[in-house]
């Protein structure tokens, strides 16, 4: 690191920052152009990756990153919204049961801390990924109105921009995988990942910053910036996912204190 950028660091208005995934950082294994060398430019700069992406553990995130050229980054730093929702449900109920519906990594990640029990689940759980079908859902919706489970959704996101069967594709996401339960039990779900704070409070646990040093950096509006800004951290939209560069974002939101086209520009911006 030479002194220009010891000086330049010194005059950013935040001390730490939290990164946002898919379309910030990749696209399925694709990097983002900008990106490996965005990461190289705050390695000195603490981080956490903050991902509403339940389908992976931590460690398979970060082996990922390192496949596709990125600096591995510390397990521990990346919290995705299915270590947020097992965690969160075993402080609600240390060793509950739950009956999951999505990929391997949230029912492994459920697994850490509660039981697979679908004749007596305390939690009925909906993430991405495949899993959903007649079965699953009467499974789920009987447990919620005859034994009283809780409805449970690692993130709200009601599509995802994502690769399926090798062609990049529209996926569903969480949000929408909940909506037959919602409409079939009349019960509303809880709603784990951004715009929620959980996922937010502990990334800034792990870093140990106050929010309000802190820049959240994301591709959506609607989760990552809103979230963010919630709890009075500052943001950065890049457009190199939801939104592309120029397209109008939604009237009804704050915008975001930087809006670029992608890291690069930020970068430049910001004299990293
Ligand atoms: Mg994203």
């Given at each position: 690191?030479n002194?220009n950028?010891?000086?330049?660091?010194?005059?950013?208005?935040?001390?730490a920052i939290?990164?946002?995934?898919?379309?910030?950082?990749?696209h399925?294994?694709?990097p983002?152009?900008?990106?490996?060398?965005?990461?190289h430019?705050i390695k000195?700069i603490?981080?956490?990756?903050?991902?509403?992406?339940?389908?992976?553990l931590?460690?398979?995130?970060?082996?990922?990153?390192?496949?596709?050229g990125?600096r591995r980054?510390d397990?521990e730093?990346?919290?995705?919204s299915?270590?947020?929702?097992?965690?969160w449900?075993?402080?609600?109920?240390?060793?509950?049961?739950f009956f999951?519906?999505?990929?391997?990594?949230?029912?492994?990640?459920?697994?850490?801390y509660?039981?697979?029990d679908?004749?007596?689940?305390?939690?009925?759980?909906?993430?991405?990924?495949?899993?959903?079908?007649y079965?699953?859902?009467?499974?789920?919706?009987n447990?919620?109105?005859?034994?009283?489970?809780q409805?449970?959704?690692?993130n709200?996101?009601?599509?995802v921009?994502a690769?399926?069967?090798?062609?990049r594709?529209?996926?569903?996401?969480?949000?929408?995988?909940?909506?037959?339960?919602?409409?079939a039990?009349g019960k509303?779900?809880?709603?784990?990942g951004?715009?929620?704070?959980?996922?937010y409070e502990i990334?800034?646990?792990?870093?140990q910053?106050?929010?309000?040093?802190?820049?959240?950096?994301?591709d959506?509006?609607?989760?990552?910036?809103?979230?963010?800004?919630q709890?009075?951290i500052?943001t950065?939209?890049v457009?190199?996912?939801?939104?592309?560069?120029?397209?109008?974002?939604?009237?009804n939101?704050?915008?975001?204190?930087?809006?670029?086209?992608?890291?690069?520009q930020?970068?430049n911006?910001?004299?990293?």
């Amino acid at each position: 690191m030479n002194q220009n950028n010891c000086l330049a660091k010194a005059e950013l208005p935040f001390s730490a920052i939290l990164l946002d995934m898919d379309g910030v950082l990749f696209h399925g294994m694709n990097p983002i152009d900008g990106a490996i060398d965005f990461m190289h430019s705050i390695k000195h700069i603490p981080h956490a990756f903050v991902t509403n992406n339940p389908i992976r553990l931590p460690k398979s995130m970060a082996d990922k990153m390192a496949e596709i050229g990125f600096r591995r980054p510390d397990e521990e730093l990346i919290i995705t919204s299915g270590e947020a929702t097992a965690a969160w449900l075993a402080q609600q109920k240390p060793g509950f049961r739950f009956f999951a519906i999505g990929a391997g990594g949230l029912h492994q990640s459920l697994q850490k801390y509660g039981y697979e029990d679908k004749d007596n689940a305390d939690y009925v759980v909906v993430g991405e990924g495949e899993g959903l079908d007649y079965a699953a859902l009467t499974t789920g919706i009987n447990l919620i109105l005859k034994q009283g489970a809780q409805l449970i959704c690692t993130n709200p996101d009601t599509s995802v921009d994502a690769f399926y069967r090798g062609k990049r594709a529209i996926l569903p996401g969480a949000g929408a995988l909940v909506a037959p339960f919602i409409t079939a039990t009349g019960k509303q779900p809880v709603i784990i990942g951004k715009p929620r704070p959980l996922l937010y409070e502990i990334a800034l646990q792990q870093l140990q910053v106050q929010a309000d040093i802190c820049l959240m950096i994301g591709d959506r509006p609607d989760t990552d910036i809103l979230g963010a800004q919630q709890l009075g951290i500052q943001t950065a939209l890049v457009r190199t996912g939801r939104f592309a560069p120029g397209e109008k974002l939604p009237d009804n939101m704050a915008a975001p204190d930087w809006d670029v086209e992608n890291l690069l520009q930020l970068k430049n911006l910001l004299g990293l």
